[in-house]
C-alpha cells in the first residue's frame, strides 16, 4: 500500500518559511528516490527538490539556496524546509518516490516516479 502522506502547507507572506513533511512508509524511505514536486495552477508539475537512497540531494535552480531536504530516518519522515518564500513558489506540493537510481533520481523528472501523495497547499502572497 502506498504511503506518502504530505503536511505543512498554508499561506504566508512572500519572505516567510513554510516547513513540509512527508510521512513515508519504511519501504520507500529506505530504499527510493524520494522527493518534493510542485504544480502551479496552469503550469506543469515540476521537480523541486529530490534526495536519492544514499542521501544525495538534487535541487532546482529557482529553489537553491532557499530550500533545504533533511530527514528523520526513527520516523521515515522526509522535510522540505522552504525559506524566503517568493509569490512564485506559490503551488501544490506533491512528496513522491520513485525506484531509481542517482543519476535519474537527480534530474527531477516527474515521470521517473511512480509513487505520490495527495499533495499539500502552499499559497504565498506579496
Known amino acids: 500500500q502506498v504511503q506518502l502522506v504530505e503536511s505543512g502547507g498554508g499561506s504566508v507572506q512572500a519572505g516567510g518559511s513554510l516547513r513540509l513533511s512527508c510521512a513515508a512508509s519504511?519501504?520507500?524511505?529506505?530504499?527510493?528516490?524520494m522527493g518534493w514536486f510542485r504544480q502551479a495552477p496552469g503550469k506543469e508539475r515540476e521537480g523541486v527538490a529530490t534526495i536519492s537512497s544514499d542521501g544525495r540531494t538534487s535541487y532546482a535552480d529557482s529553489v537553491k539556496g532557499r530550500f533545504t531536504l533533511s530527514g528523520d530516518n526513527a520516523k521515515n519522515t522526509l522535510f522540505l524546509q522552504m525559506n524566503s518564500l517568493k509569490p512564485e513558489d506559490t503551488a501544490m506540493y506533491y512528496c513522491?518516490?520513485?525506484?531509481?537510481?542517482?543519476?535519474?533520481?537527480?534530474?527531477?523528472?516527474?515521470?521517473?516516479?511512480?509513487?505520490w501523495g495527495q499533495g499539500t497547499q502552499v499559497t504565498v502572497s506579496s
Open positions: 513522491a518516490a520513485g525506484s531509481i537510481g542517482y543519476s535519474y533520481c537527480r534530474t527531477r523528472r516527474v515521470t521517473d516516479f511512480d509513487y
Open positions: 519504511a519501504y520507500f524511505y529506505r530504499s527510493h528516490c
